[in-house]
T-cell receptor
Framework: EDQVTQSPEALRLQEGESSSLNCSYT??????LFWYRQDPGKGPEFLFT???AGEEKEKERLKATLTKKESFLHITAPKPEDSATYLC????????????FGQGTILTVHP | NAGVTQTPKFQVLKTGQSMTLQCAQD?????MSWYRQDPGMGLRLIHY???????DQGEVPNGYNVSRSTTEDFPLRLLSAAPSQTSVYFC???????????????FGSGTQLSVL
């Protein structure tokens, strides 16, 4: 059974204070690891897909990295508009059509 | 371009009532799915479809039915609502399902359901 654990549950940062969110996973053959952003009252919005250990992807102030056991979402010099819940999900080798999501990290960036 | 449209946005039911949550996408996506989101539990897959006429169960299918008669629509039916089905429901779709790897999902804005 695929499992995803995200930490911390909540993170409060000052504007400009860089930090990282963690996504630890257990799967039988990773086919893809996904990061999504969710604003209050809205559906998740896609950020990145990572497929293999060592892969990195960037978008504005966000950078996602992947190892064989975990993924990090690095936030550089965050702004208040980066405040949201960040979700991690995995698809394992036997989970055709199925994504397993973590519980999310609630990020709050104070001006 | 409307994307993924869910209706209704809010619904209150009494225990034992039935209802259908509607989901429609206008992007010609092959893959469609339903998730429920509960505090501290994350998103959990209920049912999914890889094309018209094809559906399969996810992690928490009990108490829910789905069908996919067209590419555009993927309704979720609650057969006899229970308080445990109080949740926020999201429909999501993706362009193509290769049979091995999911492509990125496009989510609707959600339906908040309360069962009393």
């Amino acid at each position: 059974e695929d499992q995803v654990t995200q930490s911390p549950e909540a993170l409060r940062l000052q504007e400009g204070e860089s930090s990282s969110l963690n996504c630890s996973y257990t799967v039988s053959g990773l086919r893809g690891l996904f990061w999504y952003r969710q604003d209050p009252g809205k559906g998740p919005e896609f950020l990145f897909t990572l497929y293999s250990a060592g892969e990195e992807k960037e978008k504005e102030r966000l950078k996602a990295t992947l190892t064989k056991k975990e993924s990090f979402l690095h936030i550089t010099a965050p702004k208040p508009e980066d405040s949201a819940t960040y979700l991690c999900a995995v698809q394992g080798g036997t989970s055709y059509g199925k994504l397993t999501f973590g519980q999310g990290t609630i990020l709050t960036v104070h001006p | 371009n409307a994307g993924v449209t869910q209706t209704p946005k809010f619904q209150v039911l009494k225990t034992g009532q039935s209802m259908t949550l509607q989901c429609a996408q206008d992007m010609n996506h092959e893959y469609m799915s339903w998730y429920r989101q509960d505090p501290g539990m994350g998103l959990r897959l209920i049912h999914y479809s890889v094309g018209a006429g094809i559906t399969d169960q996810g992690e928490v299918p009990n108490g829910y039915n789905v069908s996919r008669s067209t590419t555009e629509d993927f309704p979720l039916r609650l057969l006899s609502a229970a308080p445990s089905q109080t949740s926020v429901y999201f429909c999501a779709s993706s362009y193509r399902y290769t049979g091995t790897t999911n492509e990125k999902l496009f989510f609707g804005s959600g339906t908040q359901l309360s069962v009393l």
